[in-house]
């Protein structure tokens, strides 16, 4: 009797910590961003997170997958099992990654397509790394580049003082928003019809995801 007890009051007091977390959240989805370890990419999603406004009960940004994408997404999943046994989970979840001479790249697209529930999990790739997201910024571009030190060059004719895990990105961005995302789509749209991924990112779509996120 005295343990069925404990079992019913430890239920109770779990139900009722669930209860108080989904109230301190706002009114839209629940989402996690799972990034490459490392500052670059949760610097600029949190700089989004704070720009707008967003419940970061609601908005998660994390880098505990580590920087292989299959590694990120398996991460990912089991971040979703275990929100999910909880009885509270995920609406969403984006996995941000870059190709650049990631060996599991392509798996790592692969699995994200196949994931059950379906239209949870997405992935946010960049080809070959998000840098070429921030220059999209200051100009559109269609030339291939073999590594990540390529693009970095060139957006270092724009932010000279530029690093990786550099703070206040989306900030110093945000003024050309609007056109990197465009450009975005451009380059997007122009690789498809080249049979090419480089260079391509797919970071815009997260990002408009965030910016409409409280009328979805």
């Not at 480089?198 to 995801?209: A, I, S, Y």
Request: contains cysteine; aromatic residues 12%; positive net charge.
């Amino acid at each position: 009797m005295g343990t069925d007890n404990l079992f019913h009051r430890r239920k109770a007091r779990k139900a009722a910590d669930l209860k108080r977390q989904k109230a301190k959240r706002a009114p839209f989805a629940k989402v996690l961003i799972v990034c490459e370890g490392g500052k670059t990419e949760p610097n600029y999603f949190n700089g989004i997170k704070d720009h707008y406004e967003l419940n970061s009960a609601n908005i998660e940004v994390c880098t505990d997958g580590g920087s292989d994408p299959l590694g990120i997404y398996n991460f990912a999943m089991k971040r979703f099992k275990r929100e999910k046994s909880a009885g509270d989970p995920f609406d969403k979840i984006y996995c941000v990654f870059d190709k650049d001479n990631r060996k599991s790249f392509a798996q790592a697209l692969a699995a994200i397509r196949s994931a059950n529930p379906k239209h949870v999990f997405f992935a946010i790739p960049s080809v070959p790394c998000i840098e070429f997201w921030f220059l999209l910024h200051y100009e559109y571009t269609t030339r291939p580049f073999s590594e990540c030190d390529q693009v970095v060059d060139a957006l270092r004719c724009y932010l000279p003082d530029y690093t990786k895990g550099i703070r206040d990105m989306f900030p110093m961005l945000l003024e050309n928003l609007e056109s990197a995302k465009i450009n975005a789509e451009r380059a997007k749209n122009s690789a498809a019809k080249s049979g090419t991924e480089n260079p391509t990112t797919c970071v815009h779509q997260l990002v408009e995801f965030l910016q409409n996120i409280r009328n979805q």
